[in-house]
């Protein structure tokens, strides 16, 4: 397979590409930047995906947007051959109403989703221009663009629209996102979700003794912040916001947090998940027998009555989000064909078992897929501080370019190298 790839990087048009690419770096940029400035967070992305859109046109690809603005260039192979499908994702985790000011730094370009992933977008669109200028064409059917919803609010709406219920098959999917040299062929499985106390409520002075959600809430999350997860598989738990109070003078009547679970195992996460809940009904419960003294003692007080000191701790839970993931041995087909281009483009591989990528929904359906990186550099994601570093970053779209065409193959010089296992 080594020699194939690097046979492919040598033909003539490969090798037009690549030097398109770099050429072409300032260009990506410049698109980069544009589309960095339409704001587009998560299930708000139709204004970004119409541009994105019109970009694509201009190459004169064919583009096949659906209902949920997942945004693709389709070039069809030949008949029974394999389909590959490349996207990166749309969305920032940006609200609306993000300030999306342009600064720069140096060489660092400064602005809230420059690349997570808009730098997966820009480097698409390269790709494409490349092959166009290359008279490039696939051995198999490429199905190449942008995707919706893959932050967190999203919870993948756009790569679940396709693979759950468009129900589409391919025989491989490969995700664009992140600065630098990885190679992510796992998809870790996560859940996000609330769990919501409700007292009475009442005056912290007049109520005094009633049950209070906000201190139940506060036992409930140092009782999970002692909770150990397993070495093996791979887990982690965060508690991510908390929400409650009305006043400094009042005891809440409602309170809530939010928590993020992952594992490379899904039963390892729904067990643990379900341990979180035991613990808030545990503490509701040593909520209420906490203030039985003071039930016994105020509760009898003529003042006392308008307050209901025998209410306990109700508790309710929302899911916020979350995805099963998928394992792939690290030597499978399509990590192989990926090692070995990036092996081709100089550049070695940070080989990532696990992460939470629009790739996590094809693998839990079974489709190969694995997450490749951007070129360039970056830092502050997912803050408003977020910038990007273009220096060199050619080097990484000329490596995603051959990781694409060593998939597809390339009519006249290469045939694919990905197997067609899903699509028979």
């Known amino acids: 397979m080594k020699e194939k790839i690097e046979a492919l990087r040598d033909s003539a048009k490969v090798q037009k590409a690549l030097q398109f690419i770099r050429e072409d770096a300032d260009h990506i940029v410049e698109q980069q930047i544009k589309l960095a400035l339409i704001p587009a967070y998560s299930n708000h992305e139709e204004k970004k995906a119409a541009r994105f859109r019109e970009m694509i046109d201009e190459m004169g690809y064919d583009t096949i947007q659906d209902e949920v603005h997942n945004t693709f260039a389709v070039i069809p192979g030949p008949e029974g051959s394999p389909v590959v499908m490349v996207s990166a994702h749309l969305d920032t985790v940006f609200p609306l109403d993000t300030e999306l000011r342009l600064k720069y730094d140096g060489p660092r370009i400064c602005?809230?989703?420059?690349?997570?992933?808009?730098?997966?977008?820009?480097?698409?669109?390269?790709?494409?221009?490349?092959?166009?200028?290359?008279?490039?064409?696939?051995?198999?059917?490429?199905?190449?663009?942008?995707?919706?919803?893959?932050?967190?609010?999203?919870?993948?709406?756009?790569?679940?629209?396709?693979?759950?219920?468009?129900?589409?098959?391919?025989?491989?999917?490969?995700?664009?996102?992140?600065?630098?040299?990885?190679?992510?062929?796992?998809?870790?499985?996560?859940?996000?979700?609330?769990?919501?106390?409700?007292?009475?409520?009442?005056?912290?002075m007049g109520a005094f003794g009633i049950v209070n959600p906000i201190m139940c809430m506060g036992r409930t999350i140092a009782r999970i912040a002692e909770e150990r997860e397993p070495e093996d598989p791979f887990t982690i738990f965060n508690v991510s916001t908390v929400k409650g109070g009305t006043g400094v003078t009042s005891i809440a009547s409602e309170c809530s947090f939010t928590m993020d679970v992952?594992?490379?195992?899904?039963?390892?996460?729904?067990?643990?998940?379900?341990?979180?809940?035991?613990?808030?009904?545990?503490?509701?419960?040593?909520?209420?027998?906490?203030?039985?003294?003071?039930?016994?003692?105020?509760?009898?007080?003529s003042s006392a009555k308008r307050f209901n000191y025998e209410a306990r701790i109700e508790l309710d839970y929302e899911e916020i989000g979350g995805s099963i993931g998928g394992v792939q041995d690290e030597n499978c087909e399509i990590v192989t064909i990926l090692r070995n281009a990036f092996a081709a483009a100089g550049i070695e591989p940070e080989m990532r078992a696990l992460s939470s990528t629009d790739a996590n929904i094809p693998l839990s359906v079974g489709i190969p897929a694995a997450t490749i990186s951007c070129g360039g550099a970056s830092g502050g994601t997912h803050d408003i501080s977020e910038w990007y570093d273009p220096t060199d970053a050619y080097l990484g779209a000329q490596k995603n370019l051959l990781c694409v065409l060593a998939l597809t193959g390339v009519e006249g010089v290469a045939e694919p190298l990905i197997s067609k296992t899903q699509t028979v």
């Not at 942008?146 to 967190?152: C, R, S």
Request: hydrophobic share 35%; glycine share 12%.
């Open 111 to 204: 602005l809230p989703g420059i690349c997570d992933d808009t730098r997966g977008c820009a480097e698409v669109l390269g790709i494409l221009r490349a092959m166009k200028a290359a008279d490039i064409k696939p051995a198999c059917t490429l199905l190449i663009g942008g995707d919706v919803g893959e932050e967190g609010v999203g919870n993948f709406r756009g790569m679940r629209h396709i693979f759950n219920v468009q129900e589409k098959k391919v025989d491989a999917f490969v995700s664009i996102d992140g600065c630098g040299n990885s190679l992510t062929y796992g998809g870790v499985s996560d859940t996000q979700f609330r769990i919501i106390f409700r007292g009475p409520g009442g005056h912290s």
């Open 262 to 301: 992952r594992s490379a195992d899904a039963d390892v996460m729904r067990n643990f998940r379900t341990r979180c809940l035991e613990i808030a009904h545990a503490c509701a419960e040593e909520e209420y027998a906490r203030w039985e003294e003071e039930r016994n003692r105020l509760g009898r007080n």
